[in-house]
């Protein structure tokens, strides 16, 4: 199947985006706003100085219903989420039997029996299958068509958000709550994925425009693209499914095996727990680090990692030049003995071997409001 | 009336005596989005027509730019290697990429003029 012969779905806030100048291409399916007028650059450097809405109600969202939801998604995640408290959300994912990752995605508890969950857009409809071959029949289980997904994000969101919704500004970094923005009734998280403070706002698709166009009216927002958005999460050092993770890597492999709790490492439980709990054991094979090329030249997804002698170690998994960084940034993954930070590397950009090392992640420090 | 020459890859080539200047097109900065790296050939090198002459990324992408003839390097231009944003500002002036010595003229007429290349534009439109 391609872009071209299929035809675009639209985003609720398409007309927006176009009034506002986007430029939209075609990803996961959607059209969607990839910049505005300001460009990547301003709209990134804006992101982390200020504040910047995303729309990514491309994005799946989904809820599980009844007595069974947290013990049946258990059974599918790694994550502890008997241990997650009411109102919390956590980042997981779902895993395969050889132990790699089907998706990462969002869950949050919204009552023992309610769980709501973001998976990526690309993954949604493999995703809600999985989630029905598994849990159908057990529990209710909702993929939600109705609701759009903002993203207000950076150090100026709370400003922002206390002129449309006072209350929010109580929420702590990974928290969810009903609250009333701009006067509409919405789910938001104080969650993003672009390493700063912000919130991710589930709203219905008939009033995502209000919002949108209320939020986009606050103190210091403008709009950013998804083209800011993966530059942003690249500095966070965060993963992104399909480049940095997928069914050929673990989350031991993709160094996220913090999203396992001490019980769920021991308990399993889930798929492909033997070969994880072998690799928390024993260590993984390979391992998804931080790398910063040390000359100029932005090494890009699926360049060759070699060692200094020029031996191939493996591949750039996300690269790009960082405008907060100020420098080229990557991630990639290396044999577990290259993983250490410092740890000089070769980069095969257009043929010619280039010097980089392995940096700590992320790149730019998270700025996540922890209370 | 600018004496630019262009190329269907949005190189433009600007010719005194033997001396060409090569650069990307306003359209192409645009469409590239903001540069955030360069790299510029060296003096000296030897560049077949079409050959890969220099590369140029926006924080997306990289992109190659192409020698519009065949020549022989005389400069790259610095400039753009330390401020990758002056391709954004002035890529139909100072923000040239490299400068080469023809080795065959007669490879200029080739190219499109300026009235060629806006009649070309408005077909990727």
Known sequence: ?371 | MSSKRFTKDHEWIEVEGDIGTVGISDYAQHALGDVVFVEVPDAGRDLAKGAEAAVVESVKAASEVYSPVSGIVTAGNQAIVDQPGLVNEAAESTAWFFKLKLTNPGEVGDLMDQAAYDAYLKTLE
């Open chain 1, 1 to 371: 199947m391609t872009q071209s012969d299929t035809p675009l779905l639209t985003v609720p806030l398409d007309a927006l985006h176009r009034e506002l100048g986007a430029k939209m291409v075609p990803f996961a399916g959607y059209a969607m706003p990839v910049q505005y007028p300001a460009g990547v650059l301003a709209e990134h450097l804006h992101t982390r100085s200020a504040a910047a809405l995303f729309d990514v109600s491309h994005m799946g969202q989904a809820e599980i219903k009844g007595a069974r939801a947290v013990e049946l998604l258990e059974s599918l995640v790694p994550g502890d989420i008997r241990a997650l408290g009411l109102g919390k959300t956590r980042y997981s994912v779902f895993t395969n039997d050889h132990g790699g990752i089907l998706d990462d995605l969002m869950i949050s508890k919204l009552a023992e029996d309610h769980l709501f969950l973001v998976i990526n857009a690309a993954c949604k409809h493999a995703d809600f299958a999985h989630l029905k071959a598994h849990l159908e029949g057990k529990v209710e289980l909702r993929m939600i068509e109705d609701r759009s997904l903002l993203a207000l994000q950076g150090p100026g969101a709370a400003a922002a958000m206390a002129t449309l919704c006072p209350e929010a500004g109580a929420m702590t970094f990974m928290t969810i709550a009903e609250v009333t923005v701009a006067g509409i009734k919405c789910l938001a998280t104080r969650s993003g994925y672009t390493g700063e403070d912000g919130w991710e706002i589930s709203v219905a698709n008939a009033d995502a425009e209000k919002l949108a166009r209320a939020i986009l009216a606050a103190p210091g927002v403008m709009p950013a693209g998804l083209g800011a958005r993966d530059s942003l999460r690249l500095e966070a050092g965060l993963c992104l499914y399909g480049s940095d993770i997928d069914t050929t890597t673990t989350p031991v492999q993709a160094n996220i095996a913090w999203i396992m709790s001490k019980r769920r490492r021991a308990e399993g439980g889930f798929p492909g727990a033997a070969v994880i709990q072998k690799q928390l054991a024993e260590g993984a094979p390979t391992l998804r680090v931080g790398i910063q090329p040390d000359g100029k030249a932005p090494a890009r997804a699926h360049t060759e990692i070699t060692d200094e002698a020029g031996n191939r170690l493996g591949e750039i998994c996300s690269g790009g030049f960082g405008p907060s960084a100020g420098g080229p940034v990557a991630m990639g993954y290396v044999p577990a003995a290259f993983a250490g930070i410092g740890t000089k590397l070769k980069l095969v950009v257009r043929g010619k071997a280039m010097d980089a090392h392995v940096a700590a992640l992320p790149f730019v420090p998270h700025r996540y409001f922890k209370g």
